[in-house]
């Protein structure tokens, strides 16, 4: 996938945080570990909060002259997408697999647009985003190894 402007990269960041919360809110719903809805309920939490930060970025028009080291329709970004999905016959395990991934992508796709505009306005935002998402991918390794790793 190829963006034609930052701000198309930013809108795209915008729905993929807008889906892990989703996501993390529907799985929170399958689960009966009062734990893991109160963790699933967390994640939700933080990535509607990148979600607004990065809306915050789009909003105050900062965006639009700022330039990276390579122009953006420059850098391939279908690394980070994830081309496989999940559905209501996934286990909980795919779910959690998913999950993960998806973090993965998402700490790729900051750390990516970090590496092009790390310097400029936006660095402090791709730095948190990068951080926070590698955080929840950590979180997640944490407790499918606690949760299926005991059965391999």
């Known amino acids: 996938m190829r963006f034609g402007s930052l701000g198309e990269a930013l809108n795209y ?9 989703d996501l993390y809110t529907t799985f929170k719903t399958m689960v009966k570990n009062t734990a893991a809805k109160k963790l699933l309920e967390d994640l939700a939490s ?3 909060g ?3 930060m990065i809306e915050n970025a789009l909003a105050s028009g900062t965006t639009m002259g700022i330039g990276g080291k390579k122009n953006i329709a420059e850098l391939s970004f279908s690394d980070y997408m994830l081309s496989t999905n999940i559905n209501a016959d996934s286990s909980p395990q795919d779910v959690m697999t998913f ?6 992508a998402a ?8 590496d ?7 660095e402090t935002l791709f730095t948190r985003l990068a951080r926070e998402e590698l955080k929840h991918k950590e979180i997640l390794e944490e407790q499918y190894e606690k949760h299926f790793m005991q059965w391999m």
């Open 13 to 21: 960041a915008r729905d993929k945080e807008q889906a892990a919360c």
């Open 116 to 122: 092009n505009y790390g310097g400029t306005e936006l």
């Open 99 to 104: 999950a993960m991934k998806m973090e993965q």
């Open 50 to 52: 990148h979600k607004k």
């Open 107 to 114: 700490y790729e796709l900051y750390t990516g647009l970090l």
């Open 46 to 48: 933080q990535e509607l």
